[in-house]
């Protein structure tokens, strides 16, 4: 048995907080069992139970769905918790009420109300509580106490032994699955698939999203095992139009027990209008046959949100966050740019993890970027600046690549080459920035513009 973390004591402040749950296994290491977070949730009271749930997988795209679905639900006056991973810019925003996430003194709380418990886990098993498990301990033990009516729970990572699937959740939904964090789901989306199909439980509806042939065959045969219903995208629910427009796109929607039209949504790319289609279906398929109205639906939409996901976060020159990090979400990127935005130039930042496929990431953004400032975050999980600029240049060539390791230095000389947009060749142009490659670098990027002159 390892050596285990000495029994807590109370914190008083955010920062004891965030220094005890760092101390623990951090996300990237994992050890495949439910064993721990079983344990934990036991000696709390099994809190998992006294809701119901809402899980999402997939490979991009959970969090921006499951603030849709929290805002549907709350607009039909449910009381909702979301569990959200990783977090932007704050811990904190990992765990949400009614649509808002935890303060600080709240944050503090909920750990309180765990910590006594955790070091009684890791003297009994094998490894200590993670991070993610403890985090996890803690949403389900705030909803429980709030209470909420249904939980919204995105996976940290694959499915089956995802730490959030010790709760049985009434509606799995499944997004795209495509290659990601294949050092630990599998090298194939056919090896990913089985272990995300995981969360589709007995007795539970699986709302699933359009797939590779393989990767449907993988999750409908679940679906089969465990009696799990099942409704399709494409089949029992689909987008049926879309119009980008200012501000995000107007689209219907083909819902499980009825058609929306018109419906406005400020989010921008066909990726969003994918992920509103699931939103519905999943709310349609918890709600029953209770059917939604068409107010209801387009004044949820109307008020979704996504922090780091294609956001505008600063004009004069325009800069954009978005929290691809992986090719398949850079592709989804570089659609929504080409339909949504006329930018010319389009000066990249990008900021990858070492663990990342960053070639295919600048494949996919290669044709939309006039030039890329190759940067870092300040994790040690960061790919170094200079290493993400050796492909960069293979890729872009070595006149359209910079190199700037500080990530603040990074936004200012891509912010110059926007604004010169005659070097590029479009005099008068409307130059922009793109900070991308991680939640991380986003966070980090979204945190230092926002407190240099706030959010326009």
Not at 44 to 59: D, R
Not at 77 to 94: A, D, I, K, N, Q
């Amino acid at each position: 048995m390892e050596d285990t973390p000495a029994a807590p004591r109370l914190a008083e402040t955010f920062t004891e907080v965030e220094d005890a749950l760092l101390s623990r296994w951090p996300e990237t290491r994992l050890e495949p069992s439910l064993d721990r977070i079983k344990a934990f949730v036991e000696l709390l009271g099994e809190p998992q139970t006294s809701f119901a749930v809402i899980q999402l997988t997939g490979t991009n795209g959970k969090t921006s769905t499951s603030r849709m679905i929290d805002r549907l639900l709350r607009t039909l006056e449910l009381r909702t918790g979301r569990f959200t991973s990783p977090h932007v810019e704050r811990m904190t925003e990992r765990i949400s009420i009614d649509g808002e996430h935890l303060s600080d003194e709240q944050f503090v709380a909920a750990f309180n109300d765990v910590a006594p418990y955790t070091h009684l886990v890791d003297a009994d098993q094998l490894h200590p509580l993670s991070f993610f498990e403890t985090v996890v301990g803690m949403a389900y033990a705030a909803f429980a106490d709030a209470p909420v009516d249904v939980a919204v729970v995105e996976v940290g990572m694959g499915g089956a032994w995802d730490a959030t699937s010790v709760a049985d959740a009434q509606v799995a939904v499944v997004l795209p699955v495509a290659m990601d964090h294949a050092q630990y789901l599998g090298d194939s989306p056919a090896q990913i698939a089985r272990e995300k199909a995981g969360i589709i439980k007995p007795g539970s509806m699986a709302v699933l999203a359009e797939q590779r042939p393989e990767v449907a065959e993988i999750l409908l045969q679940r679906a089969a095992e465990v009696g799990a219903r099942v409704v399709v995208e494409g089949v029992d629910f689909a987008v049926t139009s879309r119009v980008p427009a200012v501000g995000g796109q107007v689209i219907s929607l083909q819902g499980l027990r009825g058609h929306y039209d018109e419906v406005f949504l400020p989010l921008y790319g066909a990726h969003q209008a994918q992920n509103a289609a699931i939103a519905l279906a999943a709310v349609e398929a918890f709600a029953g046959n209770e059917p939604l109205s068409d107010e209801i639906v387009r004044a949820a939409f109307a008020e979704v949100t996504s922090p780091g996901r294609l956001e505008v976060i600063r004009r004069s020159p325009t800069i954009v966050l978005d929290a691809a990090h992986n090719p398949h979400g850079a592709e989804a990127l570089a659609d929504a740019l080409d339909d949504s935005f006329a930018f010319s130039p389009l000066i990249g930042v990008l900021g990858v993890m070492a663990d990342k496929d960053h070639e295919g990431l600048l494949n996919a953004l290669e044709p939309q970027l006039a030039h890329v400032v190759c940067t870092q975050n300040s994790t040690d999980r960061a790919l170094p600046a200079a290493q993400l600029a050796e492909t960069a240049i293979e890729i872009f060539g070595e006149d359209r690549v910079t190199i700037a390791p500080v990530l603040g230095d990074a936004i200012e000389q891509a912010a110059a080459l926007a604004e010169a947009g005659d070097a590029f060749g479009d005099p008068l142009g409307s130059g922009a920035v793109l900070v991308t490659g991680s939640v991380i670098t986003v966070g980090e990027a979204r945190s230092m513009l926002t407190r240099r002159g706030g959010h326009d």
